[in-house]
């Protein structure tokens, strides 16, 4: 997802650095529409990274759900390593967390995943719930007061309660996905996230691009993105002119679990 596959990546000021990480990952993929004559493709952004310098181009979404492709369908074991972190707009402006985020460097991570086909139309989508919750345990354990809701109007909104009356809300906004190959798949998400908590409101963005390729029936290895930028709101918007203040580079090991059979 993670991160939240994904998967991977938030900035709120009043979050223990334990929090925002976990919360990145969970965050999982918000896209703001830009003109026509600034698109490009998915593997070409995968290729520029780190030296990305505003959004991709996207598609805004209203309740329409993300569509893999059919090898994804099934439950995997994931084991999710962050192998890169930078802050292009420091020391100007960083976000908070990310020098805590350094000890996670080469740590990996495991947690499992969930794609499925609808019933009324068999297009494989993830389920978010399922996905969600497994990442919100692998980073603050079984045992975490974390609850994830989902809003069973919208697929793409859902609602991270925890302790201490705070809450995070998330929409995905926007997405592009492409695949150039029969077995490599890539998508872009883009979330609005809303975190509250007693006395305190903060808005953030969040993308996660992810290059996913298919190495046979049973195993994918992917590429996993995000990127942070400020809402419009911060104070400090402007002074970014649209990049993003953190970037987070994953790898992403799945391994088709044990009595999900192959599509």
């Known amino acids: 997802m993670r991160r939240f596959l994904t998967q991977h990546c938030l900035t709120q000021h009043c979050l223990t650095q334990r929090v925002y990480k976990g919360l990145c990952l969970l965050a999982v993929f918000w896209l703001l529409g830009m003109p ?7 593997s070409d952004r995968v290729e520029r990274f780190p030296y990305w310098q505003r ?9 329409e759900e993300l569509v893999y492709p059919d090898w994804m ?43 499925q086909p609808q019933k009324k139309t068999g297009l494989v989508v993830g389920d978010r719930t399922f996905n969600s919750e497994n990442i919100s345990q692998a980073y603050f354990g079984e045992e975490s007061d974390i609850k994830i809701i989902a809003d069973s109007e919208n697929p793409n909104r859902q609602i991270i309660d925890m302790a ?8 995905v906004r926007g997405r592009n996905r492409e695949q150039p190959e029969s077995d490599r798949f890539l998508s872009t ?6 975190f509250r908590s007693p006395g305190q409101i903060y808005f953030n963005e969040v993308e996660t691009t992810t290059d ?45 679990s044990s009595g999900s059979a192959s599509p």
């Open 164 to 171: 201490g009356r705070q809450e995070l809300v998330s929409v």
């Open 73 to 115: 369908a099934g439950t995997w074991d994931v084991t999710s390593t962050l192998l890169q972190l930078e802050a292009p707009l420091a020391p100007d402006l960083k976000s908070p967390g990310f020098e805590g985020n350094r000890r996670y460097l080469n740590q990996p991570l495991t947690f499992q995943v969930r794609f």
């Open 189 to 194: 998400e883009i979330i609005y996230q809303v």
């Open 212 to 256: 996913y390729q298919k190495q046979d029936a049973d195993h994918l290895e992917a590429e996993q993105l995000t990127a942070i930028y400020l809402s419009p709101k911060d104070p400090a918007y402007f002074r970014a002119n649209g990049s993003p203040v953190a970037l987070y580079r994953y790898h992403l090991d799945l391994r088709r």
């Open 36 to 42: 026509s004559a600034w698109a490009d493709s998915l």
């Open 55 to 63: 959004k991709p181009t996207v598609t805004v979404v209203n309740k």
